[in-house]
């Protein structure tokens, strides 16, 4: 993980669980630190995940939307995920917080996985400092 800062790496988890035939991916903000996880994008060129089923974003005052976009960097790749509204670093996953996302696959459980092994699905996430004083 590049964790762009000292130490925050071991504060945001994530997990993927199979359900059924779908997949769980449940981000938590472990905390100490004042950061809010703001932004989540999939990376899928191989085409694993099929479409967005359910948020679990119940977590006191994280509140985020579905897109569909390309990465900043341009790199052409198809991708879409979650952004916290606004404001962002409010709504995002607080210390102690969490979201949880349900996606639909294309493959199987194994593939995602497989996939992921091989460097061809990311996540990227995007925190931000919050409440520096």
Not at 23 to 47: E, K
Not at 83 to 106: A, I, K, M
Request: hydrophobic content about 40%; proline content about 5%; charged content about 10%.
């Amino acid at each position: 993980m590049n964790d762009g800062g000292p130490g925050i790496a071991p504060q945001i988890r994530l997990d993927v669980t199979q359900v059924g035939s779908n997949d769980l991916c449940f981000f938590q903000n472990l905390g100490p630190f004042s950061l809010s996880i703001t932004h989540i994008v999939f990376a899928d060129p191989a085409n694993i995940l099929n479409r967005l089923l359910t948020f679990d974003n119940t977590d006191r005052g994280v509140a985020f939307a579905a897109f569909g976009t390309n990465m900043p960097q341009g790199n052409g790749l198809e991708e879409f995920g979650v952004r916290s509204t606004s404001p962002r670093s409010g709504n995002g996953v607080q210390p102690v917080g969490y979201l949880g996302l349900t996606y639909s696959l294309n493959g199987t459980f194994a593939s995602r996985s497989n996939a992921m092994n091989l460097g061809l699905f990311d996540v990227v996430m995007h925190v931000q400092q919050t409440n520096v004083g």
